[in-house]
Nanobody, 124 residues
Framework: QVQLVESGGGLVQAGGSLRLSCAAS????????IGWFRQAPGKEREFVAR????????SYADSVKGRFTISRDNAKNTAYLQMSSLKPEDTTNYYC?????????????????WGQGTQVTVTS
């Protein structure tokens, strides 16, 4: 069974840091680009960051550029989202997703595998 599992969410003060992990099982994660998305209640899921299968190409939403870093360790079948300088507006559920196609996309429609999400809460 192919599965993505996020972890690392929690409660942090504004200005603090968290590292989210996305562990894959049942598949070879290097075959997929990994994206991170977030979704607040009542809002659409929005793109946060993406990393290519080999890790050589990354992209970020403007709202997180310079504060978040996406990375991956294919030997561990895991991708990461290092979040720094967190703001209260970063509070929401974060999801990782896998995309088998190499063409960059920030659209949720292109990603065929999704994790269950992890909650991040940033207090002021």
């Amino acid at each position: 069974q192919v599965q993505l599992v996020e972890s690392g969410g929690g409660l942090v003060q504004a200005g603090g840091s968290l590292r989210l992990s996305c562990a894959a099982s049942g598949c070879t994660v290097s075959s997929y680009a990994i994206g991170w998305f977030r979704q607040a209640p009542g809002k659409e899921r929005e793109f946060v960051a993406r990393i290519s299968g080999g890790g050589g190409a990354t992209s970020y939403a403007d709202s997180v550029k310079g504060r978040f870093t996406i990375s991956r360790d294919n030997a561990k079948n895991t991708a990461y989202l290092q979040m720094s300088s967190l703001k209260p507006e970063d509070t929401t559920n974060y999801y990782c997703a896998a995309d088998a196609r190499p063409v960059y996309s920030a659209s949720t429609k292109q990603y065929e595998l999704w994790g269950q999400g992890t909650q991040v809460t940033v207090t002021s």
